[in-house]
């Protein structure tokens, strides 16, 4: 197993460079002049275009700016914005808040998600079960940003119990709306996923073993069916830290956080290659290293997949 | 039939005592969309304490319907609507959900059918069973993991100790079943039922496992309801037997009894078509010298294998049509890192085929008699050895001459179920080994179907229809015409009947036995069940871990096994102990 780790996390290093020169390439081959549009309206002298230029090495060939780039990245230097504020700082600012919002996403459609799904594929066909399906599908069909907009002006404007929006620093207490209007799509997934696996396991054989062997129907529950159903569930929720740190750009926008999304669309839109490569660098790891964790976790979850050394 | 039958075992010696478990016109029924669908109808049957009873049917009778009725573990849909089942007096039907749990495990043990799928892949052995004692026992701690440990051993796993960490993946078949009988009598229940217990099981192990039962419940003096369709198996493990047929009992009374003189018409059927019965009644016939009739039971759908069997010459001579010389199949396996282990899947096996007749590989599982089979028909390439086919090397086989040697021998497998494409109707299956070899045009290819249909005793209609819609015997027929749809000359049959019911199993047998001597086909017959053997094969082979420990003619096999491992194989056909045709 730790043989195993270790050679899932060697493969990290080839991932990491094949994302960062490619989102580097892509950047760079944005039309438009990142300079002309820093300054808008009133371009200022060629001397000058010249010198910050030279600073942020747009001189130079595209092959030696994402080396220097590169260079620089492992000495711990991520680069500047074009506004002069250290792409460091941008991160340290922008993460823990995307964090903490993702992190609340998750607690609430893995709780909420499975919780719901249970019941609903315990009592299959009846009266829950029916209403979690016809809400799932509604969750899943209405866009999110409609969703946000509805929750934002019901509990925010109407009712008056949260923040419309959030403020700077983001504390928890004011990012649960947002943190439930990111979680509602994948809360429908969940929600679909574990019903779907409770009902196949409940009619398993060894379902039957357990309450022939005279175990009481919550534990035949917990223990047997449950367990054998957070397989699937455990491998989508993996994937989903992923998205729910990257994908929150609409969400963020809806409440005005300035996490991630936001930067990264700033940046994107300025042509600011460092931030954004950089950026792109932490999320390319977070994703293979929650892709990590839930192989890891599926392991522990069936003791049948034990991974080749 | 049935009071008649209730009136036998009520004068029954060993009911001195009052019954463990009276079942009085128990009637179980399923909902669907098109009402409620009777599965159990009107069944009655009584067990005393210490006794054991067999129930026996084929797959749809009822018979584990009734079994699962009585621990309220019905599937699915499944309720009783009507009758009553009485345990040590108290009527189990009118329980609530609470009082049944108390019932199950502590008075009720159950062992299940299939040892693969009965224990939850996620929780080790001794979780599972340390789980069914503390349900019912107040032992926790360091006296809880004693007893699990105890329980296992007296399931007759010795190193139990050691394996309790272990998961079921990492137990074999048969101890998986240990497992399960071990919790299924954790609690010391005064009834057992153990539903086709070893069904799932090589036969030899069917044996141990089935001897360890009886020891163990007549040790603790627990009254067993056994679930079978091996007539020959009931009859040996019990005392009492009920035959169900359709959700009826049509017969019920004392083993010996019912299989000496079958009163139903369809007991008749199933005593006659028991492979494990039939082929004790050819060498009961041989032994006797006696060439009377009257030794086949009335009815007897499998007379003209018997006659077949018991008439069969020595196999006829001249040069093989198949021959096998020292063929050696090795597997590399991956066991750490880069190493590897070499596993020697079969080891110098050596033997011929002549033309138009049946030669059987018998083994359990693991013996390598199937890589055999896919060494022939060229699915996996030899390590070393050499198998001529009319006295070419196929070895070398390629593109054109490949396919010509495919043409003339055919495969037929296991599972029915598997081996046809669900999204093909019956007529394109039949069709399409045709059409690969492009034989003949769409309105010959057309009439060869119609044609193959008619060999294999099924209706022109069934062409259209889609392999869903066809019972498992109605599969092997089709997947035995699509074998026979080029002209083969060979079919090799690689566990053909094994998953078939008995009365179906016999249909099929009697099938290739006639298209054998219509199309002077040759057969290589692939089994674990020395049953079936002595009922079709001219010639056997007894595999035992690569390699053919015993090789001669069925009859020699049977009249006088050299093998100590033939031996065992042979005892070990359920129904050894019992006498025909007084």
Redesign the interface.
């Known amino acids: 197993m730790l043989w195993y780790t270790g050679k899932r996390l060697l493969q990290m290093i080839p991932v990491f460079f094949g994302a960062t020169f490619l989102i580097y390439f892509m950047v760079f081959s944005l039309p438009g002049d990142p300079i002309a549009a820093l300054y808008g309206e009133r371009p200022p002298s060629p001397a000058v275009i010249a010198q910050i230029r030279a600073e942020y090495n747009l001189d130079q060939p595209f092959i030696v700016q994402y080396l220097l780039y590169i260079g620089n990245f492992f000495q711990g230097d991520l680069g500047t914005t074009y506004s002069g504020r250290s792409v460091s700082d941008v991160m340290a600012s922008a993460f823990p808040i995307t964090a903490r919002l993702a992190m609340l996403a998750l607690a609430f459609e893995a709780f909420f998600g499975i919780l719901v799904g249970l019941i609903a594929g315990l009592r299959k066909g009846k009266l829950f079960d029916a209403s979690a399906l016809v809400v799932s599908l509604l969750l899943i069909s209405v866009p999110t940003f409609v969703i946000g907009f509805v929750l934002q002006f019901v509990f925010g404007v109407q009712l008056g119990w949260a923040r419309t929006t959030v403020s700077g620093a983001a504390p928890l207490d004011e990012l649960i709306l947002p943190a439930l209007v990111l979680a509602s799509v994948s809360f429908a997934y969940i929600v679909r996923l574990t019903r779907a696996s409770v009902s196949d396991n409940l ?4 379902v ?10 919550p ?1 035949v529950v917990t ?2 069916v449950l ?2 159903s957070l397989v699937p569930v455990i491998t989508f929720l993996g994937v989903d830290i992923g998205s729910l740190m990257v994908g929150a750009i609409v969400t963020e926008g809806i409440f005005n956080i300035n996490g991630v999304g936001g930067t990264v669309f700033k940046a994107i839109r300025l042509g600011e290659g460092p931030t954004v490569v950089s950026f792109i660098a932490v999320m390319v790891v977070i994703f293979v290293l929650a892709n990590l964790l839930v192989d890891l976790l599926y392991a522990a ?4 997949i034990r991974y ?2 | 039939m049935t009071q008649l039958a209730n009136q036998t075992v009520n004068q029954m010696p060993s009911s001195d005592s009052a019954p463990l478990l009276e079942i009085h016109d128990l009637e179980v029924g399923f909902r669907t969309q098109r009402g409620l669908v009777p599965a159990v109808r009107g069944v009655n049957l009584t067990l005393y304490p210490g006794q054991t009873l067999a129930i026996v049917g084929e797959s749809g009778s009822g018979k584990t319907t009734t079994a699962q009725a009585i621990i309220k573990l019905l599937a699915g849909t499944g309720q009783v609507t009507g009758g009553q089942i009485l345990f040590e007096g108290r009527d189990l039907t009118t329980l609530t959900a609470a009082e049944m749990q108390a019932v199950r495990g502590r008075e009720i043990g159950y062992v299940p059918q299939d040892p693969m799928s009965n224990l939850n892949p996620v929780w080790n052995i001794g979780f599972q069973v340390a789980e069914a004692i503390r349900a019912n026992s107040d032992l926790r701690g360091k006296a809880l993991k004693q007893r699990t440990i105890e329980v296992l051993q007296e399931a007759g796993l010795a190193d139990a100790a050691d394996r309790l960490k272990q998961y079921p993946h990492q137990f074999s078949g048969g101890m998986r079943q240990r497992v399960l009988i071990g919790i299924g009598l954790s609690a010391r229940p005064k009834l057992l039922i153990a539903d086709e217990p070893t069904s799932a099981l090589d036969v030899t192990v069917q044996r141990q496992i089935l001897d360890h039962l009886a020891t163990l419940t007549r040790d603790y003096g627990t009254s067993v309801l056994f679930i079978t369709h091996d007539l020959g198996l009931a009859a040996e493990r019990a005392e009492q037997l009920v035959v169900m047929y359709k959700g009826k009992v049509v017969e019920s009374g004392p083993s010996q009894e019912i299989l000496a003189n079958p009163q139903h018409p369809y007991t008749q059927r199933l005593v006659a078509a028991a492979p494990s019965l039939a082929s004790r009644r050819i060498q009961a016939k041989k032994n006797q010298d006696a060439p009377a009739p009257e030794i086949f039971s009335a009815g007897g759908t499998d007379t003209a294998l018997i006659t077949r069997a018991t008439e069969r010459e020595l196999a006829a001579s001249g040069k093989d049509l198949i021959s096998v010389e020292g063929i050696t199949k090795m597997y590399r396996i991956r066991t750490s890192g880069l190493k590897h282990d070499e596993l020697l899947a079969v080891n110098d096996v050596s033997f011929g085929v002549k033309k138009g007749t049946t030669t059987a590989i018998v083994g359990e599982s693991g013996s390598g008699k199937s890589t055999v089979a896919k060494l022939i028909l060229q699915l996996e390439s030899l390590t070393s050895g050499r198998i001529e086919f009319e006295g070419r090397d196929v070895a070398g086989l390629k593109g054109r001459e490949l396919l010509n040697f495919r043409r003339r021998v055919q495969p037929v497998f296991q599972d029915p179920y598997g081996s046809l494409d669900p999204q093909y109707n019956v007529g394109n299956t039949i069709a399409e080994p045709l059409l690969a070899h492009r034989v003949g045009t769409k309105k010959e290819r057309q009439k060869r179907v119609l044609e193959l249909l008619e060999q294999v005793s099924l209706p022109a209609a069934t062409q259209f229809r889609y392999p869903s819609e066809l019972s498992g015997g109605q599969r092997q027929r089709i997947a035995i015409a699509r074998a026979l749809a080029l002209k083969p000359d060979v079919l090799v049959l690689d566990e053909a009947v094994s998953a078939l019911d008995v009365l179906v199993q016999g249909q099929i047998l009697n099938l290739l036995t006639e298209l054998q001597t219509e199309l002077n086909l040759t057969y290589l017959f692939i089994t674990h069940d020395l049953a079936v053997v002595r009922l079709v094969a001219d010639n056997v082979c007894v595999m035992q871990k690569g390699r053919i420990v015993e090789a001669a003619s069925t009859d020699d096999v049977f009249d006088n096994p050299r093998e100590v491992y033939t031996q065992d194989l042979l005892a070990a056909i359920p129904g050894g102990d019992f006498e025909f045709g007084r």
């Open positions: 009619n398993a054989d060894f039957r073993t357990a309450t022939a062997k005279g175990l009481s129907r534990r223990v047997h367990r054998n979850l069936d003791p049948r080749a050394k």
